[in-house]
């Protein structure tokens, strides 16, 4: 038996909020009478309540991205220094922010927030935005009486977070892109330039050099095939990508291999050190116990070999063992940061050295790509001319051949 269940409908808002202000902003509900109920539930009173008007093809949003998230945290954390109250710093933060899908969002907030619901406990219910640490730093703050600064350093974190990845992205996108259009622009030459000769050679008359023979081969085949070979690629994608998703095997077995790769390897290594020493650091000097500390690190790790890793130091230093003595045990971190991990523990000050090997190893980072990229640039051309090179001497040596001959 189908049941009909009413769709929530989005309408505009304008009124008057608990402060005797005006205010507006946006509500959901099934219909106008329940959306207006809503609002006075909140405190508010309702003057002008409106569907929204949705445009012939359908509202385009922008996504939040994890950089808004962190222009938001930062925006936040000004204006609480600033001294201006919670509910009233969303109002001027979301004024300033032009991605309308960010602005509902700060919106929805700050009614969950006004109408008496904890700050930590209304982010949570954007689990897609706000993960557990920044909520967890966010509690802490607000019970410590210190989200001010909570807020600093959780934008501070974001920050530097979301510009090393820019810097990861930055190494492997580049390369990645160039040798796609290699491959794309070498197949369009073997389907389509290639046959062309091919035809122009059945009049000589003559063989044809072995290299101009396999080029042709290769040539027939993907004419032949090439639907095969697309589908192929991008069901291998799939396929792939759902094994490393759902199995921990392939995950652990992909993890290890990428780190493994020569130059790269070593970059998402150091960021992978960054992100342990920024998370432990910004969750400890918050006030976070070190077990819980170490479970949110585990889980900004971002790779299953030591993502493993700090889940066995977390359980190590739960029995009580040091720190910097479970690091050791793992065999994956660097003594450089475990002498520095060893030294914040002796002297009392963790998060200020953790805080140090951050930055250290976020300079690496910034450094390597910087040579990568240098280092790449001749790479990719030669990588090119041996490519686009070797059709071209492949489809011109039986014309040299043919000139050598007369």
């Excluded at 990588?383 to 090179?389: A, F, H, K, N, S």
Aim: proline share 3%; glycine share 6%.
């Amino acid at each position: 038996m189908a049941t009909n269940v009413a769709k929530n409908q989005t309408f505009t808002w304008q009124g008057i909020d608990k402060r005797g202000q005006k205010a507006g902003g946006e509500v959901t509900g099934v219909n106008l009478a329940l959306a207006k109920a809503q609002l006075r539930k909140q405190g508010i009173n309702p003057t002008k309540v409106r569907k929204k008007k949705v445009s012939l093809f359908g509202q385009r949003k922008k996504k939040i991205t994890p950089g808004d998230i962190a222009l938001f945290t930062r925006q936040m954390a000004t204006m609480m220094k600033a001294g201006v109250p919670l509910v009233q710093s969303f109002d001027i933060v979301a004024d300033g922010i032009d991605n309308v899908t960010l602005k509902e969002l700060i919106g929805a907030i700050k009614l969950d927030v006004a109408s008496g619901t904890n700050f930590a406990s209304a982010l949570r219910k954007h689990p897609r935005h706000f993960d557990d640490l920044f909520c967890n730093l966010v509690d802490s703050g607000e019970q410590s009486g210190a989200l001010e600064t909570m807020l600093d350093r959780l934008a501070t974190y974001k920050e530097k977070s979301e510009t090393l990845k820019k810097k990861i992205k930055k190494a492997m996108t580049y390369p990645i892109a160039v040798i796609v259009v290699a491959v794309i622009v070498t197949g369009i030459l073997l389907v389509k330039v290639v046959p062309t000769f091919e035809e122009l050679f059945q009049d000589f008359g003559a063989d044809l050099p072995a290299f101009t023979q396999m080029v042709i081969g290769i040539s027939n085949i993907l004419q032949q095939w090439w639907l095969v070979f697309v589908v192929g690629i991008i069901a291998f994608i799939f396929i792939f990508r759902e094994a490393k998703l759902r199995s921990k095997r392939v995950s652990a077995i992909v993890d290890r291999l990428v780190l493994r790769i020569p130059v790269t390897g070593n970059i998402l290594e150091n960021s992978i050190y960054a992100r342990f020493s920024r998370t432990l650091s910004t969750t400890f000097a918050a006030g976070v116990p070190l077990v819980d500390a170490l479970t949110s690190t585990a889980g900004a790790a971002a790779n299953y070999i030591y993502t493993n890793a700090i889940i066995n130091v977390r359980e190590d230093v739960a029995t009580g063992q040091q720190l910097h003595f479970s690091m050791r045990n793992t065999n994956v971190f660097p003594n450089m940061l475990i002498q520095m991990t060893a030294i914040g523990e002796e002297s009392g000050a963790l998060d200020e050295m953790l805080d140090k090997a951050a930055e250290f190893y976020e300079e690496e980072v910034d450094n390597a790509v910087d040579n990568l990229t240098a280092l790449m640039e001749p790479m990719i051309m030669a990588v090119l001319g041996v490519l686009i090179g070797g059709l071209i001497i492949a489809m011109y040596l039986p014309i040299f051949k043919m000139g050598s001959v007369v």
